[in-house]
């Protein structure tokens, strides 16, 4: 089942209870007990025989990020009742055989065993306080003394390059024109890129993942400047071609460790997990029989 299906089903159940609940709401009111029975302890209403237990309603109050007032509570109460009608319907009507229910259960079993597995065979190594700082200062260190806020138009080929350089000249907007010509993913954004900073003269391998005469270009421009020519992006004649402009550029701004660490925290952390489901994936590749 595709997600666009799954979420069309999910609205069109929302709106049919949201307008069952209305009409039921006051017949709900009508059937209860009209001697006032007591509720078991722990519950909140009985449906047919079935109990809806005190845990489910609090677990819905707390899902909905609501205020918990009384009016929140017995507006969820009547949800719950109706959603087990629904239930009870469906059960009575035997829609619990039905393929594609079969089908749902099935991947949702699948899909929370698997989830259970990699939880307890997947464990990264932790991530220390010193491994945190020794980020840190690395990234500091990689740091110039300016930071440049480009744009780039990435084309396949030189033609292209030349086509976008003449409406440049002639005018054109920037943004405009990577949006109509660039293959990067940045197109939609205009061809804007996060502020980057370079210690000078740039080397590979400190470059914040741009292509090396990209980085080099960056920095040799002044605010509101273009580069004249296409920058090849790599080897080759099929390299792609990078047209680059700068927006601004200013001091370097270096957040405090304090202000970073738990970002460069969690960016370890990520990394440790990535690599500890490598290796988890290679001993179960490597002791397994595949055939493809």
Known sequence: MSFMTTTIRSLCVTAFASVALGTLVPAIAHAADPAG???PAGTVAIVNGVAIPQAK?????????????????QAIRQQLIVAELFRQ??????YDTKPEVVQAMSAAKVNAETQLYLRDNIQPEPVTDAQVKARYDAIV???GKEEYKPRVITVADDATAAVVLSKLKAGGAFDALARQYSVAPTKTAGGELPWVSFRTPVKEGNTQGLPLPVAQAITQLRA??????????????????VIVKLDAK???Q????????????????????????AQFSGSLITDSKIVQ
């Not at 957040?255 to 970073?260: E, I, K, N």
């Open 141 to 143: 260190a990689s740091l």
């Open 89 to 94: 319907g469906a059960e009575k009507g035997h």
């Open 224 to 241: 509101g400047g273009v580069t004249p020519a296409p920058i090849p992006a790599g080897q080759g004649a099929n390299a792609p071609r």
């Open 254 to 277: 270096v957040p405090a460790f304090d202000q970073a660490k738990d970002a460069i925290r969690q960016q370890l952390q990520a990394l440790a997990l990535e690599k500890a489901a």
């Open 250 to 252: 200013r001091p370097t």
């Open 37 to 39: 029975g007591t509720l």
């Open 57 to 73: 309603l609090d677990d819905a109050i707390k899902a909905s990020r609501q205020p918990d007032t009384q009016q929140l509570r």
